[in-house]
């Protein structure tokens, strides 16, 4: 055996017991009649040490050529501290070493394996295997697992039934580009990887399956940011004989669930918002509720004036910062010069000082009197020692101008807390959305998502107005999972072909298998899809899921520990009848 016990085990009540252990080296103090070794793996980590009046001769010599990161193998006997460490499980005893061997031996490291490293971020990724034997790092990805199968149980015990799906399939416009995959059998032809398993999961509620989930890679060929990937993890899942109401449900029910396991949080009941009212309110479709901040459409009580800007805005809107009056001069014009950033496009921003003895400063004062900005004050939800900070301009622009500059203060202030959970259902999103580019609809979530009862006629005369029987799940300002109730019907997705520019041959050839299948009885079903990489850093406390991931790509999609994506050589190109060629 190379261990009888692992290095996060040993107590005092095993004092005077013979053990074996293995594991890496990570800090060695020599003072060379004695010497100690800690030695590390997954559970832990145990105190050796090797003293010339009680260690063969032989085991000392040994242990003075181990280095950092060496894998070694000891045997010897359990023995009282005598300084000892109240922060280590382990930190009551220690191993007199009897022998030693060297199981492998190690370059020095490039980073430090320890909690805080000297290692930046592109240096960990190179190296990734190395930084996963960081307590954080190895932490999260066991924090991932508990996640994982806290999900598969309560789906198992709600009768879901876990059903793999091809990775190989056709491509299908989904709404983001697909990675294509070259079949070296079917000349001139390729796969493509699933951005999700949404037709083969509705094919398997044709079959009967009933209730179906998924922990499933997905694929997309899209620009990155810090929170995506091009491969990611979703939690897929579809039902039948169901309605919207059963989906969440069921749904909140495992939100629930996971809180409660991973967090040993309780969470009450789980708020519904339209989306036109997300909109308005919050000026993004995944608003925060942990905080308020609510917008206040100003265009009422800011108009009319003398002040060009606004007048000529479709939208006046503002936001009241708590405590935000104790802001300087200076400190207000950064926030406005943050707001002119190309990464957010405000022109400017007016703001008002609500001072604490109830009279107002504005930097409009020229153009509003004292009763004008009460107005404003009243119509954000402005008290005595706030800031009220108001954009204008096009409608949608500035609301999500507005939207981040609101998640901007948020973070300042530390109205984000990582341990409150704050759930919210999204619901009744458009159906389509229009696309100036192709100037066309495009389905704003995908082509199988029914229109709410009652409202298919609707899309002949004014298909911007039809609304989805579909949901997203928000939590604290995340969208960690979205779904609909499909069409079950070939007539009526046939018709959806067709307000979408899909000629009969073009649907035919993207979906015609979908299509067959429906006339052989498809039940009315519905599903959601949760994100899990997302899903678990929030729970763990974050937003970026890059950690949470056991070999994740940096922001151009590149692995740089395996250096993907390469060249393929030409053999291999000629074997798959492809050609290259790149652009000048």
Same mark, same amino acid.
């Given at each position: 055996?190379?261990?009888?016990?692992?290095?996060?085990?040993?107590?005092?009540?095993?004092?005077?017991?013979?053990?074996?252990?293995?594991?890496? =080296?990570? /800090?060695?103090?020599?003072?060379?009649?004695?010497?100690? =070794?800690?030695?590390?793996?997954?559970?832990?980590?145990?105190?050796?040490?090797?003293?010339?009046?009680?260690?063969?001769?032989?085991?000392?010599?040994?242990?003075?050529?181990?280095?950092?990161?060496?894998?070694?193998?000891?045997?010897?006997?359990?023995?009282?501290?005598?300084?000892?460490?109240?922060?280590?499980? +382990?930190?009551?005893?220690?191993?007199?070493?009897?022998?030693?061997? =060297?199981?492998?031996?190690?370059?020095?490291?490039?980073?430090?394996?320890?909690?805080?490293?000297?290692? @930046?971020?592109?240096?960990?990724?190179?190296?990734?295997?190395?930084?996963?034997?960081?307590?954080?790092?190895?932490? #999260?990805?066991?924090?991932?697992?508990?996640?994982?199968?806290?999900?598969?149980?309560?789906?198992?015990?709600?009768?879901?039934?876990?059903?793999?799906?091809?990775?190989?399939?056709?491509? +299908?416009?989904? @709404?983001?580009?697909?990675?294509?995959?070259?079949?070296?059998?079917?000349?001139?032809?390729?796969?493509?990887?699933?951005?999700?398993?949404?037709?083969?999961?509705?094919?398997?509620?044709?079959?009967?399956?009933? %209730?179906?989930?998924?922990?499933?890679?997905?694929?997309?060929?899209?620009?990155?940011?810090?929170?995506?990937?091009?491969?990611?993890?979703?939690?897929?899942?579809?039902?039948?004989?169901?309605?919207?109401?059963?989906?969440?449900?069921?749904?909140?029910?495992?939100?629930?669930? *996971?809180? #409660?396991?991973?967090?040993?949080?309780?969470?009450?009941?789980?708020?519904?918002?339209?989306?036109?009212?997300?909109?308005?309110?919050?000026?993004?479709?995944?608003?925060?509720?942990?905080?308020?901040?609510?917008?206040?459409?100003?265009?009422?009580?800011?108009?009319?004036?003398?002040?060009?800007?606004?007048?000529?805005?479709?939208?006046?809107?503002?936001?009241?910062?708590?405590?935000?009056?104790?802001?300087?001069?200076?400190?207000?014009?950064?926030?406005?010069?943050?707001?002119?950033?190309?990464?957010?496009?405000?022109?400017?921003? =007016?703001?008002?000082?609500?001072?604490?003895?109830?009279?107002?400063?504005?930097?409009?004062?020229?153009?509003?009197?004292?009763?004008?900005?009460? /107005?404003?004050?009243?119509?954000?939800?402005? %008290?005595?020692?706030?800031?009220?900070?108001?954009?204008?301009?096009?409608?949608?622009? +500035?609301?999500?101008?507005?939207?981040?500059?609101?998640?901007?203060?948020?973070?300042?202030?530390?109205?984000?807390?990582?341990?409150?959970?704050?759930?919210?259902?999204?619901?009744?999103?458009?159906?389509?959305?229009?696309?100036?580019?192709?100037?066309?609809?495009?389905?704003?979530?995908?082509?199988? +998502?029914?229109?709410?009862?009652?409202?298919?006629?609707?899309?002949?005369?004014?298909?911007?107005?039809?609304?989805?029987?579909?949901?997203?799940?928000?939590?604290?300002?995340?969208?960690?999972?979205?779904?609909?109730?499909?069409?079950?019907? #070939?007539?009526?997705?046939?018709?959806?072909?067709?307000?979408? @520019?899909?000629?009969?041959?073009?649907? %035919?050839?993207?979906?015609?298998?979908?299509?067959?299948?429906?006339?052989?009885?498809?039940?009315?079903?519905?599903?959601?899809?949760?994100?899990?990489?997302? *899903?678990?850093?929030?729970?763990?406390?974050?937003?970026?899921?890059?950690?949470?991931?056991?070999?994740?790509?940096?922001?151009?999609?590149?692995?740089?520990?395996?250096?993907?994506?390469?060249?393929?050589?030409?053999?291999?190109?000629?074997?798959?009848?492809?050609?290259?060629?790149?652009?000048?």
């Amino acid at each position: 055996m190379y261990r009888t016990h692992n290095n996060g085990e040993l107590r005092a009540k095993n004092i005077n017991t013979e053990v074996t252990l293995s594991g890496w =080296v990570q /800090k060695i103090r020599d003072k060379g009649f004695m010497g100690w =070794v800690d030695l590390r793996d997954r559970y832990g980590i145990t105190q050796l040490i090797f003293d010339e009046e009680r260690t063969p001769k032989e085991v000392m010599d040994k242990a003075s050529k181990v280095g950092r990161e060496f894998v070694i193998q000891v045997t010897g006997t359990v023995i009282e501290r005598e300084s000892k460490n109240p922060n280590m499980p +382990t930190g009551d005893v220690e191993i007199l070493v009897s022998e030693i061997s =060297v199981l492998n031996t190690s370059l020095t490291p490039p980073f430090t394996i320890e909690d805080k490293t000297d290692g @930046g971020e592109d240096l960990r990724m190179k190296y990734r295997y190395l930084d996963i034997r960081r307590n954080p790092v190895r932490n #999260k990805l066991v924090f991932r697992h508990k996640v994982t199968m806290a999900v598969r149980n309560y789906l198992s015990e709600k009768d879901f039934v876990e059903v793999e799906t091809p990775y190989l399939i056709k491509s +299908t416009p989904e @709404g983001a580009r697909d990675f294509v995959v070259p079949s070296r059998m079917n000349e001139g032809q390729f796969y493509a990887l699933p951005q999700s398993p949404q037709t083969f999961k509705q094919l398997l509620m044709v079959g009967g399956m009933d %209730k179906y989930f998924q922990i499933v890679k997905c694929f997309r060929d899209e620009d990155l940011r810090a929170d995506r990937q091009p491969e990611f993890t979703q939690i897929d899942c579809e039902m039948a004989f169901v309605e919207q109401e059963d989906i969440l449900n069921i749904f909140e029910g495992l939100t629930r669930h *996971l809180l #409660k396991q991973i967090n040993d949080v309780e969470i009450g009941d789980f708020p519904r918002m339209t989306y036109d009212e997300a909109m308005r309110r919050y000026g993004n479709d995944k608003p925060d509720i942990r905080f308020g901040m609510e917008f206040g459409e100003l265009n009422a009580v800011a108009q009319h004036k003398d002040f060009k800007v606004f007048n000529s805005a479709e939208l006046v809107a503002g936001i009241a910062i708590p405590g935000g009056n104790s802001f300087s001069r200076k400190e207000i014009d950064k926030l406005i010069d943050w707001v002119k950033r190309p990464q957010v496009g405000a022109l400017g921003m =007016v703001y008002v000082r609500c001072n604490d003895d109830g009279s107002y400063k504005s930097s409009v004062d020229k153009f509003y009197d004292q009763d004008d900005l009460a /107005k404003w004050a009243e119509a954000t939800g402005a %008290k005595a020692g706030d800031l009220i900070c108001v954009l204008s301009g096009e409608i949608n622009k +500035t609301r999500s101008q507005l939207s981040v500059l609101r998640m901007e203060m948020a973070e300042r202030l530390g109205l984000r807390k990582a341990d409150e959970f704050a759930p919210l259902w999204v619901i009744d999103f458009p159906l389509l959305e229009w696309d100036e580019e192709t100037e066309r609809y495009h389905a704003m979530h995908h082509p199988f +998502t029914s229109p709410k009862p009652g409202q298919m006629e609707l899309l002949k005369t004014n298909p911007g107005a039809v609304k989805a029987n579909a949901y997203d799940l928000v939590l604290n300002g995340n969208e960690i999972g979205g779904g609909s109730i499909r069409i079950h019907d #070939k007539e009526v997705q046939s018709k959806m072909f067709d307000y979408l @520019g899909f000629t009969p041959e073009e649907a %035919k050839a993207q979906f015609g298998f979908l299509m067959d299948a429906f006339q052989y009885g498809a039940p009315p079903h519905g599903g959601l899809a949760f994100g899990l990489d997302r *899903l678990v850093a929030i729970l763990g406390g974050q937003e970026t899921i890059r950690d949470f991931i056991a070999f994740p790509k940096n922001n151009a999609g590149r692995d740089v520990m395996i250096d993907a994506p390469a060249a393929i050589d030409k053999e291999q190109l000629k074997e798959l009848n492809l050609a290259i060629t790149l652009k000048p």
